[in-house]
């Protein structure tokens, strides 16, 4: 399976299993039919059940349309890079710049599935459901063809948006939440100065965490906790892998009491 190496806020660089193309079809595939099924539901619980008419075109759209139209990138944004599709074969989108990909990034991947709006549209305004199909169909060919030529296996909404989807379980766990929690009701934080980082290094840290302890190589450890004391302005005679498991902690614990 390919590999790429991301270079982190930290200037330290990581590496990724890039998705399988079976995998991200499949998961493409899921969340097509849940948005299917919600697009028929929708059609037969607004016009069956209540009966709604022409004159109900506003709250179709805020009930059915926009929905659908905004499950990628809500679902992205909320879900840390997964949609429910992504989330069952465990992939996700992550930022060539390191850890989590911004709103902005999350937007652009978006926007440029510009064929999926047009499938909507036919259907729900044009009453054309096959027609609607066969654009999707000619989109979906068009994004295997640049996946397939891209060094990165990315989509046209990756090369844009600078992001590419990888495995979630690889050498290297990318996990859904930067956050653990911290037992202890009388922690005591040792460097407050943590929370001047941002949640990308945060994130950076724990990637490099969890490397550390699959290939128990402690390299990339000792260099980024001589980044991290750096930026920080502290200073520690810890384990570089204990000083950062204390990073972790302190600022866990702080952001959950802001």
């Not at 990628?72 to 992504?86: A, C, D, F, I, Y």
């Not at 690889?170 to 934080?189: G, P, W």
């Not at 810890?238 to 000083?243: D, L, R």
Request: charged fraction near 20%; aromatic fraction near 14%; proline fraction near 1%.
């Amino acid at each position: 399976m390919s590999e790429i190496k991301i270079s982190t806020a930290f200037n330290i660089d990581i590496e990724f299993e890039i998705a399988a193309f079976h995998k991200r079809f499949l998961a493409y595939l899921i969340d097509l039919v849940l948005m299917i099924l919600y697009m028929f539901s929708m059609f037969y619980l607004l016009y069956g059940g209540f009966k709604l008419g022409e004159e109900s075109y506003g709250l179709v759209l805020l009930i059915w349309v926009i929905p659908m139209l905004l499950y990628t990138v809500v679902s992205e944004h909320l879900m840390n890079g997964q949609t429910v599709g992504k989330k069952i074969f465990n992939i996700k989108v992550v930022s060539l710049e390191g850890g989590e990909p911004t709103l902005g990034q999350y937007l652009l991947r978006w926007f440029m599935r510009f064929y999926e709006w047009a499938f909507i549209v036919f259907f729900l305004f044009w009453g054309n459901f096959y027609l609607g199909l066969l654009w999707l169909m000619v989109g979906g060919i068009t994004s295997v063809i640049i996946i397939a030529i891209s060094s990165k296996s990315q989509r046209l909404g990756d090369l844009v948006a600078g992001t590419v989807v990888v495995e979630t379980r690889s050498k290297l766990t990318v996990h859904d939440t930067i956050f653990m929690h911290v037992a202890t009701t009388d922690y005591v934080v040792k460097f407050p100065e943590v929370m001047r980082l941002s949640d990308r290094d945060i994130n950076t840290i724990k990637n490099v965490l969890s490397q550390t302890r699959k290939t128990n190589s402690y390299e990339m450890c000792n260099r980024i906790a001589v980044k991290v004391q750096d930026v920080l302005k502290v200073s520690s005679d810890m384990y570089a892998i204990e000083f950062l498991e204390k990073i972790m902690e302190d600022y866990n614990y702080l952001a959950a009491k802001e």
